[in-house]
Structures are given as C-alpha cells and as structure tokens.
C-alpha cells in the first residue's frame, strides 16, 4: 500500500503478459495484488508479480517498469533500501508554582530529548496561544504579567527532522490580588474626664472578602477586639 494513499496499491492486469505496465489501483487484496520476494542470492531479489502467475517478474525495459516473464537477467533483479524512520522527541515540563496572585510571572521549564537527532527548539504554550520559545538547553520561559485566571500549559518540541511532540498539560491558577478592607472609627466624645468610659466603634468592609475581626489601639497598644459587626469597644 501507499504510504502518502493506504487505499492504494501496486497492481498487474490479468492475465500478465509480456511488457504489461504495472499500475496503480485501489487497494482489493486480490491476486493482481499479492506479489513474492525471492532471493537471488547476490544480494538482490526477484518480485514476482501475480500469486496466480508465479513465472512472471517486475522488469525494468528502459524507463518503464513492466511484467516479463523470467528471463534471468539483471533488469529482473532489485534491491531494498532501508528508509529511517524519524522518532519524534520526548518532552515534559516542571512549574515549580502553579498558584500564585496577579500579576503573576510564571516560570516554565522544559526537559526534552531526541533518540536520533537534536532538539531544534522548544516552544511554550498557554492552551493554543504560543507564549515563548527557547532554542538552546536548559530549555525555560518566564510568563510574565499573568492576569488572573486559570491556564493550561503545555511546551512543544521540534527536533532537526521536524518532527513534533506536545507535553502534558500543567494547571496553573492565578488569582486576583486581596485587597486590604477599610475601616473608620468614630467615636462620639473626645473630651472626657478621668477614670471615664470611652466608647469607640467602627465601620468596616472588604470589596474581594469579608471582616473577620477589628482590633482597637491606644498607640501601638491593643486595647479590644470584636470579631462581629457592629464593631466597637469600651
């Protein structure tokens, strides 16, 4: 069968007869399509064309490839040539963090080989979204800037032949940064006398979260806590 068309194959007409041209046809796994591969002992072989035919060869007359019956010459005589093969490269990647806050700068490595040749680059990737490249080992990429949001990165590696392989995906998450809450104070009498009983109280909030306590100070000294709104202390 074809490599570049598996649904076609070499085939010889039936009957064969001498100078018949072997043809191309859509693949049947019939007679016309079954040859043999002898040994001619010298490093070459015979290709006999038809299962049902078994004295006829392939024939080189010229420039055309053709059926001829066994004449024992050298145009009746081929050789096999090994193809290689490329392997594709292996690779695979390390994020040492994969939760951080915006704006984030994620650092990606790469660790990628090939078994018959070289690495010509190795390509990161946020989902489709080619991110940076890097040509030379130890193969990484900083991400920097990173919005919030969740993302799926993967690298891609090229080998001399061109051939590619894609790693396993890494989740990496990236949040919205906390903001800090805001609070006030109000405090309905600042002019007392001593030994009194001050009452002060809070308003607080927090946009991205919630209250979970509210400390109150003389100084640096921490004079009450509430851990409930209304927030206030005596």
């Known amino acids: 069968k074809s490599k570049s068309n598996p649904t076609m194959s070499f085939d010889c007409s039936a009957p064969p007869v001498d100078g018949t041209n072997v043809q191309v046809w859509s693949y049947g ?11 001619a002992g010298d490093g070459f072989y015979h290709i006999y064309v038809m299962k049902s035919y078994p004295l006829y060869l ?3 007359s010229g420039t ?6 066994n004449a024992g ?3 009746q005589e081929w050789q096999f040539q090994a193809v290689a093969v490329n392997t594709p490269p292996s690779v695979a990647i390390t994020i040492p963090n994969t ?10 490595t790469a660790t990628a080989s090939d078994v018959d040749g070289s690495i010509a680059k190795v390509e990161f990737y946020n989902g489709s979204t ?6 030379t080992s130890p193969y990484s990429f ?6 919030a949001g969740t993302y799926s990165i993967t690298a ?3 080998d001399n032949a061109g051939a590619v392989t894609i790693s396993k995906a890494i989740s990496v998450s990236v949040f919205a940064p906390n903001l800090p809450p805001v609070i006030t104070i109000i405090t309905p009498n600042t002019l007392l006398t001593a030994h009194a009983s001050l009452t002060l109280s809070a308003v607080a909030n927090d946009v991205d979260g919630t209250i979970t306590k509210v400390e109150f100070y003389n100084g640096t000294s921490l004079i009450g806590s509430d851990a409930s709104s209304p927030y206030s202390f005596t």
């Open 58 to 60: 392939l024939d080189m």
């Open 99 to 108: 939760s951080l806050t915006a704006p984030a700068s994620v650092t990606i």
């Open 64 to 69: 055309n490839v053709q059926v001829w019956s």
């Open 73 to 75: 010459n050298d145009r």
């Open 156 to 158: 891609k590696a090229t």
């Open 130 to 135: 080619l991110i940076g490249t890097d040509a």
């Open 142 to 147: 900083t991400w920097t800037n990173s919005a």
């Open 29 to 39: 796994g019939n007679d016309r399509q079954q040859w043999a591969i002898q040994d």
